[in-house]
């Protein structure tokens, strides 16, 4: 299996570029806090954007060391490493779902915060 590079540069750059922006929404959320004097739920989606890095840097993993391996491995060998490369990406899907999970959270306090 040959990783189309054009594709994965342009997940890498996207993935990375949102990231950036869910910590950015987590530091701008901390300064609105401030007004309302509450404080604590910036976190969310600073830890969001953070855990997207990690399932950026997952889904490497898998690109980088699964699909070479997959193209080289003896027929012996294919099993667990195709076990292993679907496990790395329900990792990857899981720290994506709870990027935006978090994300969602700190979103939703702050509304019901403002809002009531």
């Not at 739920?41 to 840097?57: C, D, K, N, R, Y």
């Given at each position: 299996?040959?990783?189309?590079?054009?594709?994965?540069?342009?997940?890498?750059?996207?993935?990375?570029?949102?990231?950036?922006?869910?910590?950015?929404?987590?530091?701008?959320?901390?300064?609105?806090?401030?007004?309302?004097?509450?404080?604590?739920?910036?976190?969310?989606?600073?830890?969001?954007?953070?855990v997207?890095?990690?399932?950026?840097?997952?889904?490497?993993?898998?690109?980088?060391?699964?699909?070479?391996?997959?193209r080289?491995?003896?027929?012996?060998?294919?099993?667990?490493?195709?076990?292993?490369?679907?496990?790395?990406?329900?990792?990857?899907?899981?720290?994506i779902?709870?990027?935006?999970?978090?994300?969602?959270?700190?979103?939703?306090?702050?509304?019901?915060?403002?809002?009531?």
């Amino acid at each position: 299996m040959r990783p189309n590079l054009y594709g994965e540069i342009l997940f890498a750059v996207g993935i990375l570029l949102f990231a950036l922006s869910i910590i950015i929404y987590g530091l701008i959320l901390k300064r609105l806090l401030k007004l309302i004097r509450k404080a604590g739920i910036w976190i969310f989606p600073f830890l969001g954007g953070i855990v997207l890095i990690i399932g950026t840097f997952l889904h490497f993993v898998r690109v980088g060391f699964f699909l070479p391996a997959l193209r080289a491995a003896d027929p012996g060998d294919l099993f667990p490493l195709i076990v292993n490369s679907l496990r790395m990406g329900t990792y990857e899907s899981i720290s994506i779902f709870l990027a935006g999970l978090l994300s969602l959270l700190g979103g939703i306090v702050y509304n019901f915060w403002v809002s009531h």
